[in-house]
């Protein structure tokens, strides 16, 4: 169909033509379709091991299993803080941003910096959803207190493989 040729009385209602097909496609989605869907079975398989490990431990326990649950989350946000936004690995040598307060590794924060310089841009914050957008070498300083925080936890992770081993 050609619609620039047509008058305009001619034209097609296009909303409602996009709300039809969207329904007839919509119908055909069906919960088999939903059952063989990779990421849907993966969740689901994930949420039974967690009721699994929960009602495992509140046998044992109900309220040391919900704090545990909490301790295990709060672990791993904690952990999530050790990765450097720019490499995705954990800091080694982590350095916060004066301005935005986010961490990065010092090597990898100063190398970005060096080649946006000479790109002539400026350097955005790369942790995403930051809205600081001139990040400069003067505005790092050393992050001794997480630093300190990634050493501990490597060296109870390395004492509980001693353990294990």
């Not at 350095?95 to 946006?116: M, P, S, W």
């Not at 959803?129 to 003067?138: A, F, I, P, R």
């Not at 300083?141 to 300190?148: C, F, I, N, Y």
Request: proline content about 4%; charged content about 35%; hydrophobic content about 30%.
């Amino acid at each position: 169909m050609d619609i620039k040729r047509e008058k305009p009385e001619n034209i097609p209602d296009l909303k409602s033509l996009v709300q039809e097909k969207f329904a007839a496609m919509e119908s055909k989605n069906s919960d088999s379709d939903l059952q063989k869907n990779e990421k849907y079975v993966y969740f689901k398989d994930q949420l039974k091991e967690m009721r699994k490990q929960f009602l495992f431990r509140s046998n044992s326990n109900g309220e040391e299993a919900i704090e545990q649950i909490d301790e295990d989350i709060a672990v791993t946000q904690s952990q999530m803080n050790f990765i450097c936004p720019i490499t995705q690995m954990e800091m080694k040598r982590p350095v916060r941003n004066k301005i935005c307060g986010h961490t990065y590794e010092e090597d990898a924060i100063l190398k970005f910096i060096q080649t946006r310089k000479q790109q002539k841009k400026k350097v955005r914050c790369p942790k995403i959803g930051c809205s600081h957008s001139d990040v400069k070498g003067s505005d790092l300083m050393p992050d001794e207190a997480l630093k300190r925080a990634i050493d501990s936890q490597n060296k109870q992770s390395w004492s509980t493989l001693d353990k294990t081993l």
